[in-house]
């Protein structure tokens, strides 16, 4: 994305400073030309990322030409809109089914199992170029005794192991792979400049921005149906995200 900053510039820091292209020089005796961004308009920039810009100086007498060439950098990081971003729901709160299905019958009774996956991709408000990025997917109520670092929907009303079914969570960041979670256990994925990417327009943001690709699978192992209670079954997955979103 390109985008039009004008420098304000000062001939001998004597004049008022003035915006826009400097056309005619300052004049044949000026020693001193001063050339700076308003702060103003580069908090414009619409989305976080590495923006380029160069400032090109032409001037000399008669055949004497000399071009002096300045580049700059912003590294803009737009903090306020860093967000897991699943495009299916947009900026709705997310209820995901497990997709619970029979399996085949066993002595009269039913084995059951489930496979979903969730469309995810992950904003650093850096446009992707972090070099890292660590997520933590953890089940809120797993925190106590055999339940540590496991992941459950559980039925309402009751707390045995008759009434909750566990699952599995896996999620994969592109080409730097595939990892299966433990409840609460943070994971770092490095590289994450060369990963990946996709184009979206995320709530709150005018512009296009790019972010990670990052679906995650919940796959329920097989168990007998006869095993559980007989209920509504549900649980809260929570996905936390935290980029590096510093300078390369």
């Known amino acids: 994305m390109d985008m039009d900053i004008w420098a304000i510039y000062s ?9 826009g292209k400097l056309a005619n020089g300052c004049g044949l005796d000026s020693k001193h030309l001063y050339a700076w961004l308003n702060p103003d308009l580069v908090q414009q920039l619409p989305i976080g990322g590495d923006w380029r810009a160069t400032l090109i100086l032409r001037g000399g007498v008669d055949a004497r030409v000399n071009t002096i ?11 306020n809109n860093i967000q897991i971003y699943l495009p299916e729901f947009g900026d709705a709160t997310p209820t995901v089914d497990l997709n ?9 009774l039913n084995t059951v199992s489930g496979h979903a996956v969730v469309d995810a991709c992950l904003y650093d408000g850096y446009n992707t170029n972090s070099k890292r990025f660590t997520v ?33 969570v896996k999620t994969r960041m592109g080409n730097l792979g595939e990892t299966n979670h433990g409840s609460g256990t943070p994971v770092t ?6 990963a990946e990417i996709r184009a979206v327009r995320l709530p709150n ?25 007989a209920g509504r079954y549900s649980g809260t997955l929570r996905l936390e ?8």
């Open 205 to 229: 943001i005018p512009f296009p921005v790019v972010c990670t690709p990052w679906p995650i699978t919940l796959e329920t192992p097989e168990f007998s149906q006869g095993d559980k209670n």
């Open 136 to 168: 933590r997917v953890s089940d809120p109520q797993s925190n106590s005794g055999a339940q540590i670092g496991k992941f459950f929907v559980r039925r309402e009303g009751g707390t045995a192991v008759q009434n909750r079914i566990e699952y599995k």
């Open 241 to 248: 995200f935290f980029p590096s979103t510093t300078a390369p």
């Open 189 to 194: 994925f490095e590289n994450i400049d060369t």
């Open 11 to 19: 001939c001998n820091g004597s004049m008022t400073p003035r915006w």
């Open 69 to 79: 060439r300045i580049d700059y950098r912003f590294i803009v990081t737009d903090d």
């Open 100 to 108: 619970l299905r029979t399996k085949r019958p066993i002595s009269g």
